[in-house]
């Protein structure tokens, strides 16, 4: 289909110039005294504007349009964020098939975890590959899950996430492959990929699965919280079923300046395809030729890497602090041994030229040449009991020592942020291992709730 000229963007500009009388929500009713001028666009689901729970109209046009960019049987679009969607992912799965296992990559952002807990499902570790020369970690090997498959058909969904936080790509072309080989549905979690699909000649080819989940704001020009859930061939959960779903977890009062921003988005993308993104890429290839001289830090580049990342080894946060104080560059995250650096569609050679510059002078007036940081691994967790069991069930407060915790269970989830991937789950065994991991002082450790952790752990009784 055709969805070239921001069809909801010229309706809203429509039917606001007549000037219409709100008597509906929201409470704010378009006046400039009281709302933001970006909020004098907020409607409600009024006639001609469709529903985003059952779209039949605009928004269905918008979703078939998304299918339509990245080639798959159906889109749904969310306000709620990629979290909103792997939750309603993971629940559709698990009610269409009751009671099986979860094969889940321990890479995996907190809402897959969230939604396995909501679901009860049991979860089979799946370790990433670990290189102790990085500080984050690799690729999920096809191999590691077709040995997993063969020997546990009880096994029905398997959830990996490609790209990573930090750009790096499982193979998911051939994991999809051995998925469909033993009867399993892949979720992939791809909200680092939006651009993926888009120009397989520069970004290569686009994340696999029977569903794909892709953040519309992290690296394209969507709103932020705007996300967009890809269903492909083959796929065994019925439309149906995701609708449902996303029902459950999607707001009931989709915001239409987030829709807005997503038909503007698409449309541009279906209009102008791969030249849209042509300034973009020029500019990280010239990032790509300039980083790699660096003398102090290093520019990681490896196969599995995705392009728009750059991820800079070395003192992240020295780098972070300087980028920000002395350039007004503000990056994605850094850590002792690194930093992030995202790229966007919004990129330009002169933006991306501006960070280049900043990072060789202070690559020129460092002499470290190494943080001296190496990646501890996340130990491979045995599991007491399901998320479930362990979150509803009655806890106490220990000291992170080996005496006190390790052969517990642990009873909430303790996280580093960014970006919100566990390092211990509720029913999980706490281990010699896992106490070494988090009493490391370079990690930024979380709990439920955003709460910070204070080196007590909640276990069962």
């Given amino acids: 289909m055709k969805y070239d000229n921001d069809r909801l963007g010229a309706a809203l500009k429509l039917y606001l110039g007549t000037e219409p009388l709100p008597m509906h929500m929201p409470g704010g009713k378009r006046n400039p005294d009281f709302v933001s001028q970006a909020f004098t666009k907020d409607i409600t689901e009024i006639g001609g504007f469709d529903n985003l729970h059952s779209p039949a109209g605009i928004l269905k046009d918008m979703e078939d349009c998304a299918a339509q960019i990245w080639k798959a049987r159906n889109a749904f679009i969310s306000v709620n964020g990629s979290s909103g969607l792997i939750l309603a992912a993971i629940w559709s799965a698990s009610i269409l098939y009751p009671g099986a296992k979860i094969l889940t990559a321990m890479n995996c952002h907190l809402s897959v975890w969230n939604a396995i807990e909501l679901t009860g499902n049991r979860i089979v570790p799946l370790m990433p590959a670990f290189d102790t020369a990085l500080p984050f970690a ?4 096809p191999s590691d899950i077709e040995k997993v498959l063969a020997r546990d058909p009880s096994i029905k969904i398997v959830v990996i996430t490609s790209p990573t936080y930090e750009g790096v790509q499982s193979d998911t072309e051939e994991i999809f492959r051995i998925t469909r080989k033993y009867d399993a549905l892949l979720i992939t979690d791809s909200a680092h990929g939006a651009h993926l699909g888009l120009d397989d000649e520069f970004f290569g080819a ?14 394209l020009s969507s709103p932020t919280q705007t996300a967009v859930m890809l269903l492909n061939d083959g796929c065994p959960i019925e439309e149906s079923l995701i609708r449902r779903g996303i029902d459950i977890f999607e707001t009931s009062s989709p915001s239409y300046i987030l829709l807005g921003g997503v038909s503007k988005c698409l449309s541009s993308l279906n209009s102008k395809g791969a030249t849209l993104l042509k300034p973009w890429e020029d500019a990280i290839t010239y990032a790509e030729e300039n980083l790699r001289g660096l003398r102090n830090f290093k520019f990681w580049e490896a196969p599995v890497r995705e392009r728009s990342k750059f991820v800079l080894m070395g003192y992240g946060d020295f780098l972070f602090d300087q980028l920000r104080g002395t350039f007004n560059i503000e990056c994605e995250a850094s850590f002792p041994s690194h930093l992030i650096a995202m790229t966007g569609i919004g990129d330009t050679l002169d933006s991306v030229k501006r960070f280049c510059d900043a990072v060789i002078t ?14 501890v691994s996340r130990p491979y967790p045995k599991f007491a009991m399901t998320l479930r069991e362990a979150s509803i069930s009655r806890l106490r407060a220990v000291e992170l020592e080996a005496e006190y915790c390790v052969g517990r269970v642990a009873g909430e ?20 291992d896992t106490v070494k991991l988090l009493s490391r002082s370079d990690i930024n450790l979380h709990m439920g709730g955003g709460r910070s952790y204070k080196g007590l752990i909640p276990v069962l009784p």
Avoid: Q
């Avoid at 994340?207 to 892709?214: H, L, M, N």
């Avoid at 690559?363 to 470290?368: G, L, M, Q, R």
């Fill in 138 to 141: 690799g690729p999920v090997a």
């Fill in 206 to 219: 686009d994340s696999r699965g029977d569903i794909v989940i892709k953040s519309l704001h992290k690296t």
């Fill in 362 to 375: 202070i690559d020129n007036a460092v002499e470290s040449e190494d943080s001296g940081m190496t990646f």
């Fill in 413 to 432: 989830f303790i996280y580093g942020y960014p970006p919100g991937i566990p390092l211990l789950m509720p029913g999980e065994v706490i281990t010699e």
